[in-house]
């Protein structure tokens, strides 16, 4: 179905671009009809989705259902489970504690930091989903062990770190470093204030509703939430993601040499790999595009691109694996999207 309906767009496209400007008056409400489209014939209950241009939000908007029972509305404020999406706001924040702030180095071997099988791996492998030896081999495991890395860098537990050096810094109030903050263990509660575990709950009791989707039918999904590490299990909203682009973008986040580092194709063992650190990086039509997707399954996903040579980020939120699951995005390419692949052609033809 979802086939059929990229043929549609991309017969529509063609006709909408014969006029440059016709294309910029209509461009916002296209995409808005266009992801409408794709959210019901991929069955995805509820999305947030957003588009920030020039430093600025020049589009948000909520497509169905939060919680389908309550009939919820999602919104800019809706808090979602991102997935490995996670890991594009985690390895800035190592970056920015152990390289920019401190003598860390990608280069450094992993073992360096932390107990380790072997001496050759980097600290940028692991950022970069290098495999052992060269290529690239996504694998969300040996990311995770970069989350041990970070605690020795910055003498300072995974989560307390997360939240107080980039939520609380960028004002990222609707997001969470997990959903084990709705029974906070014993170390939690040393390390946070009551009010602040109250508060934090509050935002996971919030959070959409996740949904499994077979053949069109959402049902609410039992999956457990993810373990909290350096590669999963932040829960977060669009409005929180739009601040984290934005401090990105205006080098409060990063030195811009860092953000460029970051941004820019790892080689390893001779082979152009499809990522910087902590991203994927790729051309389409000339333009590089900076991107990074969640995938929960049977529960949430997620997408951030950003097109930095037309100052442009698009993101996406959802309740079910609609967003990532159909796409194989851990192979690189996020032109595999429809909802990506349109956001492309109206925005960045």
């Known amino acids: 179905m979802l086939q059929r309906l990229s043929v549609f767009l991309f017969v529509a496209f063609a006709l909408i671009f014969a006029s440059d400007a016709a294309a910029q008056s209509l461009t916002l409400p296209l995409l808005e009809r266009y992801l409408e489209a794709l959210r019901v014939q991929a069955g995805i209950p509820g999305m947030s989705a957003g588009v920030i241009q020039g430093g600025v939000v020049i589009w948000e908007r909520g497509f169905g259902r939060a919680d389908l029972d309550l009939r919820t509305p999602t919104s800019a404020d809706t808090p979602y489970a991102i997935g490995n999406l996670t890991e594009a706001l985690t390895s800035s924040l190592l970056l920015r504690k152990c390289v920019d702030q401190s003598y860390m180095t990608t280069l450094d071997p992993v073992r360096n930091w932390r107990d380790y099988p072997d001496d050759q791996t980097l600290v940028g492998h692991l950022l970069a989903h290098a495999a052992p030896g060269g290529g690239f081999k996504y694998d969300p495991i040996r990311f995770a062990q970069l989350t041990p890395v970070l605690e020795h860098c910055t003498n300072t537990q995974y989560r307390a770190e997360l939240q107080s ?79 984290f682009d934005l401090a990105l973008r205006s080098g409060f986040l990063l030195r811009p040499q860092t953000r460029q580092n970051a ?15 902590g991203w994927f990086v790729q051309n389409y039509n000339g333009e590089q595009i900076v991107w990074q997707f969640g995938l929960v399954k049977d529960a949430w996903s997620s997408l951030l691109l950003k097109v930095p040579g037309r100052d442009l980020t698009f993101i996406l939120l959802a309740n079910s694996d ?28």
């Not at 263990?185 to 009010?195: G, R, V």
């Not at 609609?322 to 033809?349: E, I, M």
């Open 165 to 243: 050096d980039l939520f609380d810094l960028l004002v990222m109030k609707s997001s969470v470093a997990g959903f084990e903050f709705l029974a906070p263990s014993a170390q939690d509660a040393e390390l946070f204030p009551p009010a602040e575990l109250a508060r934090l709950a509050d935002v996971l009791h919030r959070a959409a509703v996740p949904y499994r989707v077979v053949n069109g039918k959402a049902t609410r999904s039992d999956v457990p939430p993810s373990p909290m590490s350096m590669q999963t299990g932040v829960v977060t909203t669009l409005r929180d993601l739009e601040r």
């Open 263 to 277: 941004w820019t194709n790892v080689i390893a063992g001779g082979a152009v790999l499809p990522t910087g650190l």
């Open 322 to 349: 609609g967003l990532s699951a159909p796409f194989l995005l851990d192979n690189g390419d996020v032109t595999s999207s429809p909802f990506a692949r349109t956001f492309l052609k109206l925005l960045a033809p």
